[in-house]
């Protein structure tokens, strides 16, 4: 797994480290995908915590859970870095920065509503949310499709028909791409024992 499970570091140092990590990305990015994005690159390119394909499993996983994407990933990366603790505290530095700022606007909601600049960079913020969740879209589809094109390529053009064409629940979506994910793994098996 991660140098951040493995090694002689004090558990207080990962803990820090996490919180701290969290904290920044949070700090710096804006919605549930561009902290995925952010997460990624910090914690895998940046720190060496984790593995691409170990990311990509947290990923799904937060994915398919209820809840905040932010609050989740966080979760899970903080648990698998150093257990309860650092689940904790990856959360509680996720969580900060926001209540901060809601805390702030609350204060100062009518000076910032009408301000015509904040609006502008609301704007601007905007545009850069869109380029984390085309990186983040552009990163899941480049190692889904490591070793075949077709079989992700296929599931994506459906699941994105579903959820444009159809009002069904996302839930069956989500059950259908599992179905069709475990069927691949089998045909895999059974492919690698036919050997």
Do not use: H
């Amino acid at each position: 797994m991660s140098d951040m499970t493995q090694g002689g570091d004090g558990l207080l140092r990962r803990l820090t480290a996490l919180f701290l990590a969290t904290f920044t990305i949070s700090a710096t990015a804006n919605s549930g995908y561009a902290i995925i994005a952010v997460m990624r690159d910090d914690f895998v390119n940046k720190r060496g915590w984790f593995t691409e394909d170990e990311m990509n499993d947290y990923i799904a996983i937060v994915q398919s859970c209820p809840g905040p994407m932010a609050v989740t990933s966080s979760m899970i990366v903080g648990y698998q870095a150093a257990g309860l603790l650092g689940s904790f505290a990856a959360v509680l530095g996720v969580i900060v920065p926001p209540f901060a700022v809601m805390a702030i606007v609350t204060v100062f909601y009518q000076a910032i509503v009408s301000n015509p600049y904040v609006t502008v960079f609301m704007r601007g913020m905007q545009m850069g949310v869109v380029a984390m969740l085309l990186d983040v879209c552009i990163g899941l589809f480049r190692d889904a499709t490591k070793k075949s094109l077709v079989y992700p390529l296929a599931i994506m053009v459906l699941a994105f028909l579903y959820v444009r064409l159809t009002g069904c629940s996302i839930m069956w979506l989500a059950l259908g791409c599992g179905v069709a994910g475990a069927v691949k793994a089998l045909l895999i098996r059974q492919e690698v024992e036919a050997r």
